[in-house]
């Protein structure tokens, strides 16, 4: 079994104003989708949602703000499923919610250190 990392990203622009209903409905197709990765067994870490703003550092020591001003996309959020291969993980993340908005989920192995 592999772990696997999903890395959501959206284009920020691209995400719609919600109302606070529409928004609980959001949040419910992403807890439904988590929880039937779980129920499969399959779910290794909820993860969390990142803020839409940070820093990077770069190897000179410089600090800018970030994360990748120049980019549409951004990254909103992460989970770890467990699996036998990367087309199993892949197969899981095709009902992401985050497709809704013109969003992608990118689907990498972690190897441990």
Same mark, same amino acid.
């Given at each position: 079994?592999?772990?696997?990392?999903?890395?959501?990203?959206?284009?920020?622009?691209?995400?719609?104003?919600?109302?606070?209903?529409?928004?609980?409905?959001?949040?419910?197709?992403?807890?439904?989708?988590?929880? +039937?990765?779980?129920?499969?067994? /399959?779910?290794?870490?909820? #993860?969390?949602?990142?803020?839409? !703003?940070?820093?990077?550092?770069? =190897?000179?020591?410089?600090?800018?703000? +970030?994360?990748?001003?120049?980019? /549409?996309?951004?990254?909103? #959020?992460?989970?770890?499923?467990? !699996?036998?291969?990367?087309?199993? =993980?892949?197969?899981?993340?095709?009902?992401?919610?985050?497709?809704?908005?013109?969003?992608n989920v990118e689907?990498?192995?972690?190897?441990?250190?």
């Amino acid at each position: 079994m592999t772990d696997f990392l999903f890395i959501f990203r959206r284009d920020e622009n691209e995400i719609p104003k919600l109302s606070p209903e529409e928004m609980q409905a959001d949040t419910q197709k992403w807890i439904d989708w988590i929880s +039937g990765i779980a129920a499969q067994g /399959k779910l290794n870490s909820r #993860g969390n949602r990142l803020e839409r !703003t940070g820093k990077v550092v770069r =190897a000179n020591g410089i600090v800018t703000d +970030g994360p990748f001003m120049e980019l /549409k996309e951004a990254i909103g #959020g992460y989970i770890v499923v467990t !699996t036998e291969t990367i087309e199993d =993980a892949a197969e899981l993340a095709k009902g992401c919610p985050v497709y809704g908005y013109g969003g992608n989920v990118e689907v990498r192995a972690i190897k441990t250190l």
